[in-house]
């Protein structure tokens, strides 16, 4: 371990990726904080340069640029009561009228400080959870990936928000997708209809720039955001203001960073429904709790769902390093590029390339402590990043869509297939599908059916095998408690109302 | 204590969102039945059973099943759900030429990049679409401009991505 270690710090301890990460935090705060460009979104659009970087820098920049993201998403909300990305939207309400009463800079540094521990927080569960879940999964065959890839599949539709109907139709899509090209079992191909450039398959990079990045400039020039001046907030002694407020609601913070954890463990959900989570939590535990969201503002739910999204962050690397099952739609994106890379993430990794294991260890813990500089900078600097003109923005992200797509493959073929992903991405926003589920069946897809091919050609179809072996039972039992998530909650949450009447 | 706290304000107004309903599930229903019947003639594994077909054919009946359920609940709804107001924002007409000269732009680079080259087809692109959705014409060129050559120096001279140099070359 220690010699892995300090392999790892002098794996990290290079002006490149120093020059990458610092770059990578900048741009995640730039676009965290632009309403309606998400941390996704900016993860799309990275892609591209982290494709031509060595392994370590490439996953390095997107760790950072995720942890910023996520933090800068808090400052639209205060300034222009808009959340900067899906992870901010539970506190909006809170923090813009923080705002209006003139504690804007309260807000938005407990929200920093806050943010930073719980990627700290999230950051040492997935150094301390993910070997250990190493060693379990070191003993997974073809039975128990098939079966950790359909419990993802299942939490990405039951846990993500809106209509599990919906949500569900959005996977098959995703699911659809990566079956096109040529088949695993008997190499026929599959829905190419006689091109030899689908042969391949359907590039997932392109795909996601298109389904995240062209298609929110579509929806941002087809309905643009009101334009909203910011208030302008006062920021001296914002970090030692902040950090005695954090200090006092230590406790709710402790629960969001367990919550934003937990959630963000499981494969499929991320820090959007931390936050959620953590908010719900908190309004329930608190005395004031039904006036969340009213009055002054209150700062107590920032605390909590700030300290969730980004603790989330953290541990949905768990499921994407451990199995290779992606935690979120960010981690989805990044595991695309590790693929690319030639670096298989599975608990092999742990063994192999351990060094590389701990120096991305390093760089989350780093980059939530880059987090506090730079995002003080941006919190003094808000109002000028609210002012760049969507005009000369979302022309700019078109161009860097297209290039994206161009350069992975030096092929129109992928601009072609972003344009048609931006596209439908556009369609079924509109029409309250979501997104998320697309990627995870995208890239769940191979990997459900190639484990079950193999698993049923290798035992001439016995399909028992996936019952009786006991992790393969455990993991069945799991995925069939995730199913019932929804009706356990309502009942779970009669129970507690039944006792804690309000 | 209940783990959504998100009534989600749009939903709880009014119900935009099923107005969508009747057209998704149709799409969804056809599109699953194309599957189905593009996958029927698939070959098989050598040992008689389902290969290549198996996947598709159950992602393609799930789809009709679950296009049948949206169109059930659209059915159910229709009547309680009042139906989406006729909303008083008038049609955006700019914000739909805008988003067309969005996707005409790609079109465009694909048509053109490898006749007039990457750098003259990403400029004509960024300007025109800066100068489209609002900007000043100067600022327009020289914000789309120097997008271009940043992209170009990025992909071309960092990366080492080789772009379409068109006639130029």
Redo the contacts between chains.
């Keep these: 371990m220690i010699d892995n270690l300090s392999q790892a710090f002098s794996m990290v301890a290079s002006w490149e990726l120093l020059l990458v990460v610092l770059a990578a935090g900048v741009y995640g705060i730039f676009i965290g904080s632009i309403p309606g460009l998400t941390a996704t979104l900016a993860a799309a659009l990275l892609v591209?340069?982290a494709f031509?970087l060595d392994p370590l820098p490439a996953i390095a920049s997107i760790i950072t640029m995720s942890v910023m993201a996520i933090f800068a998403g808090d400052i639209p909300s205060a300034l222009v009561r808009m959340p900067g990305t899906p992870a901010s939207a539970?506190y909006v309400e809170d923090s813009y009228r923080l705002t209006q009463n003139g504690r804007g800079a309260l807000a938005l540094g407990v929200g920093l400080l806050a943010s930073a521990t719980g990627g700290i927080f999230g950051g040492l569960v997935l150094i301390f959870a993910a070997p250990q879940l190493a060693k379990v999964a070191l003993l997974f065959t073809s039975y128990e990936y098939f079966w950790v890839a359909i419990l993802g599949l299942t939490a990405a539709v039951i846990i993500s928000?809106?209509?599990q109907?919906?949500g569900?139709?959005a996977l098959?899509i995703g699911?659809?997708v990566s079956?096109i090209g040529l088949?695993i079992?008997?190499g026929?191909p599959?829905?190419t209809f006689g091109s030899s450039d689908l042969l391949g398959g359907i590039n997932f990079i392109p795909a996601m720039i298109g389904l995240f990045g062209?298609s929110q400039?579509?929806r941002n020039?087809?309905?643009?955001p009101p334009a909203a001046l910011p208030i302008r907030i006062e920021s001296k002694g914002l970090l030692r203001n902040a950090a005695s407020t954090l200090w006092n609601y230590k406790k709710t913070a402790v629960g969001g960073n367990v919550i934003g954890s937990a959630i963000g463990t499981l494969p499929g959900a991320g820090g959007d429904i931390a936050a959620?989570?953590a908010?719900?939590?908190t309004?329930?535990g608190a005395k004031e709790g039904k006036n969340f969201g009213s009055g002054t503002g209150h700062i107590q739910p920032i605390v909590g769902a700030s300290s969730a999204n980004n603790a989330g962050v953290g541990s949905a690397y768990i499921p994407t390093l451990v199995f290779g099952i992606p935690g979120d739609t960010i981690t989805a994106i990044l595991l695309g590029v590790l693929l690319v890379k030639g670096v298989q993430p599975g608990p092999s990794l742990f063994d192999s390339q351990a060094p590389l294991l701990y120096s991305i260890f390093i760089v989350f813990i780093a980059a939530n402590i880059l987090m506090i500089p730079l995002g003080y900078l941006a919190i003094r600097g808000s109002g000028m990043l609210l002012r760049v003109?969507?005009?000369?923005l979302?022309?700019?992200i078109?161009?860097?869509?297209?290039?994206g797509s161009?350069?992975i493959n030096?092929g129109?073929l992928e601009?072609?297939i972003?344009?048609i992903f931006?596209?439908l991405g556009?369609l079924l926003e509109?029409?309250?599908?979501p997104l998320a589920p697309v990627v995870l069946g995208l890239v769940l897809?191979p990997i459900?059916?190639k484990n079950?091919?193999q698993s049923?050609?290798k035992t001439?179809?016995d399909l028992t095998q996936f019952l009786t072996r006991p992790m393969s039972a455990a993991l069945m039992i799991l995925t069939i408690i995730v199913l019932l998530y929804p009706v356990l909650?309502?009942l779970?949450?009669r129970l507690?109302?039944y006792r804690k009447p309000l | 204590?209940?783990?959504?706290?998100?009534p989600?304000v749009e939903e709880s107004v009014e119900k935009p969102?099923n107005s969508?309903?009747l057209?998704?599930g149709v799409v969804?229903v056809v599109f699953g039945s194309a599957?189905l019947l593009?996958?029927h003639d698939?070959?098989t594994?050598?040992?008689g059973?389902l290969?290549?077909s198996?996947?598709?054919g159950i992602?393609?009946g799930?789809?009709i099943l679950?296009?049948v359920?949206?169109l059930g609940?659209w059915f159910n709804d229709r009547k309680t759900v009042r139906p989406a107001k006729a909303k008083p924002e008038a049609v955006?007409w700019r914000?739909?030429i805008?988003?067309s000269l969005?996707?005409g732009?790609?079109?465009f680079?694909?048509l053109v990049?490898?006749f007039l080259g990457?750098l003259t087809t990403?400029s004509i692109?960024?300007v025109g679409?800066?100068f489209r959705?609002?900007?000043k014409w100067w600022?327009a060129i020289a914000?789309?401009v120097l997008?271009?050559l940043v992209?170009w120096l990025?992909?071309n001279k960092v990366?080492?991505?080789?772009?379409p140099l068109g006639f130029w070359g």
């Excluded at chain 1, 078109?398 to 290039?403: G, H, I």
């Excluded at chain 2, 204590?1 to 998100?6: E, I, Q």
Aim: hydrophobic share 55%; proline share 7%.
């Design positions: 591209p340069f031509f539970a928000r809106g209509s109907v919906k569900t139709i098959l699911l659809f079956t088949d079992s008997v026929f599959r829905f062209l400039v579509l020039v087809i309905s643009p959620w989570v908010y719900a939590v309004k329930n003109p969507n005009s000369v979302m022309p700019i078109v161009a860097f869509c297209v290039v161009f350069s030096n129109l601009v072609g972003m344009l931006g596209i556009y509109q029409a309250k599908f897809g459900v059916e079950f091919m049923v050609i001439e179809w909650q309502k779970i949450g507690l109302r | 204590m209940t783990f959504d706290p998100a989600e969102e969508y309903d057209a998704s969804v599957i593009a996958v698939y070959p594994l050598p040992s059973e290969g290549p198996l996947f598709p992602i393609g799930l789809m679950m296009g359920l949206l609940r955006h914000g739909w805008n988003a969005i996707i732009a790609v079109i680079y694909l990049v490898d990457f990403v692109m960024t679409l800066i959705l609002g900007a600022v914000a789309g997008t271009t992209v990025i992909f990366l080492l991505v080789p772009l």
